[in-house]
């Protein structure tokens, strides 16, 4: 009995109370894998690389010549397969509409839906994708083996912002180009719909684009553009972020690659979600002149 009062007025019972909920909390925190830890982290980092890459555009001059070359690894070199995803993928959804929509009795609709759907969809979100495939986990493909030889590391001795000098031109590259290619996929992609429709179906290409002319409005492509625009700053900033937070060698850095593609995929197809509800809220009219 002595001994029990003891123990319990020498603190013994709290001291096993706390070890009790440090044992939980250690539970609580191995069912968290580790590998989302890490990716939370990263993401938390490439959110800081864009506030940054904000902050220099406004306060310090680009680097020009690396801005140029980045605009002609992101355009130019990206144009043949975006043009024919969006070609092929056009094509496609007009054998799917014009089916159904023929059988409705409403094949005069086919050209404004194609349109409507290239303009505020599928042109900008398929280049997207194209993009961050291609030019995204090149990106960390490239930032990260400079960081895990130390090239990053020299540049910062040499007095040179790897921010500057590697983030930035890519990030005005991606957000330049892209728009360009989202209206050049637009004008691809309703090319095919077109000559699926009129030679597949028998419909008239006057019928088919008159009726894209009077469906689509300004906002339609200016949306396109707001979207590709958005698209390229996210596809370029994290790419550079995982570069830039490369650890592990070789290895490491074809785990950035793949994370970043799949990041930046999730944050398209996130935002786009966002950007499509604030834009194109309430009721639509397309149909009303029909």
């Known amino acids: 009995m002595t001994d029990i009062n003891h123990s319990v007025l020498s603190g013994t019972r709290p001291h096993r109370r706390l070890s009790t909920k440090n044992s939980a909390m250690t539970r609580a925190s191995s069912l968290i894998p580790p590998t989302l830890i890490i990716w939370l982290q990263r993401l938390l980092s490439a959110i800081f690389l864009g506030g940054q890459v904000l902050t220099h555009v406004i306060t310090k001059p680009i680097h020009r010549r690396n801005t140029i070359e980045q605009m002609s690894a992101v355009g130019p070199e990206s144009l043949i397969i975006a043009l024919v995803t969006a070609l092929f993928v056009a094509m496609v959804f007009t054998i799917q509409v014009t089916r159904e929509f023929i059988t409705f009795g409403a094949s005069d609709a086919i050209g404004g839906v194609l349109a409507l759907t290239l303009a505020r969809e599928l042109a900008p979100v398929l280049t997207a994708v194209v993009l961050a495939g291609r030019v995204g986990s090149a990106f960390a493909a490239e930032i990260g083996t400079m960081r895990v030889t130390e090239q990053i590391d020299a540049l910062q001795m040499l007095k040179s912002d790897p921010v500057d000098y590697l983030v930035i031109p890519r990030v005005i590259a991606c957000a330049t180009m892209m728009p360009l290619l989202s209206i050049i996929a637009f004008i691809t992609g309703m090319t095919g719909g077109l000559l699926v429709a009129t030679n597949f179906y028998g419909i008239s290409a006057n019928v088919f684009l008159s ?44 785990q950035s690659t793949t994370t970043a593609v799949v990041t930046s995929l999730l944050a398209i197809f996130v935002t786009n979600f966002f950007l499509s509800w604030v834009m194109f809220q309430g009721n639509g009219s397309a149909f009303a002149g029909m």
Do not use: E, P, Q, Y
């Open 211 to 254: 009726s894209a002319r009077n469906f689509l409005t300004i906002w339609d492509l200016a949306s396109a553009l707001i979207k590709a625009v958005i698209f390229g700053i996210l596809i370029a900033v994290i790419g550079s972020s995982w570069g830039l937070t490369t650890t592990g060698g070789a290895k490491g850095v074809g």
